[in-house]
């Protein structure tokens, strides 16, 4: 094992004995002495602190990365590791794994890779962590359609709607796998019936899409509009334009409001 | 792959990519020390200084902190 090898020569002898239980070496600035062993989860840590180190070792100790990656040992930066374990966790759900295999094959596979990451921030949303950077990855790599399927994704859309939707029209005689990626496109691209809210949106930004949408509710008979919105800011914004733009669209609109925490959706539903 | 891991903190950026020869130009970019050449990620992107992630086996594959670099790492 090249990385016991070369540890052995680094480590005080005090510690040799406890190097073959390390699964995790950890080079940190935030520890006191040179080395410090942690038992976390049944995992042994080996965190070093090169700053502590004498200039031989410690030049040593990054002198050996590139043979130590050549014998396969990853080498990452905390929050990239941090990040990848807890992806790893929430998208091996059995809901999120579920959500995948199914719409594996049905949708085009360049979206694949934007539904996994949906589901990361989607899972990360539910309890509660912070989702800003995550989304920000999400368009920058993947930008307006990125957000579009987040957003649709979030909004729980892909199981409740798109999932249901392909069901229906699969279990038709005259199915075509062309029209269910039609109607998936649209969703996608103009999401005729939600509306979600973002930070970067002014009150005029809202006020000029919900119209938007409603007038197209009108014209092409769609009978609700759910109008989403996460965090403080737009959930204000919503509760101020909504009523605004319902009263001049001269035309009965039903509305209820659901609010939990910082999450606001406000149905809207054309009155028959 | 090794059950083993290596971390770092971001702070030691710079002395891990000199490492594997390489550094953070003027630009911000990492380059190669010797020639300059810009280093790619796998997705053929250049990889700023603030984005490097680590280095994983493959003729050295250096990641991004961006999110399809993490999928792509974690479903390998």
Redesign the interface.
Known sequence: MPWYDFLTKIVPKNLVFQLKNVRLIQLRLDIKGPFLVVNDNRKTILQINPNQLDSIRRDRIFSQLPNLVQSGIDVLSDEFATDSDDYKERISSSSNQDIITFFSGKIPDSDMPILKASLYLKSVLESGGETRLIKERIVYRFGVRGRNISNLCSAGYFDSLLRPLYDQMSSTSRYSHKKFLNLYEEMIVYCPFALFIHSHMSPEEVKSELTRKIVAMKEYGIQTLNIHGIGQYNVTIMQRVVDEVINSQGMGISKIVEKVNNFLIIRLAIRK | ?????????????S??L???GKQIDTDGYVVDSKTGDHVLSREGEQISGND??????GS?IY?K????S??Q??ER
Do not use: C, H, P, Q
């Open positions: 792959m090794s059950n083993i891991r290596i971390t770092f903190d971001r702070r030691f950026r002395r891990v000199s490492a594997f490097f992630s680590g280095v994983i086996k050295w990641l902190s961006d999110i399809l993490l999928i790492y974690a």
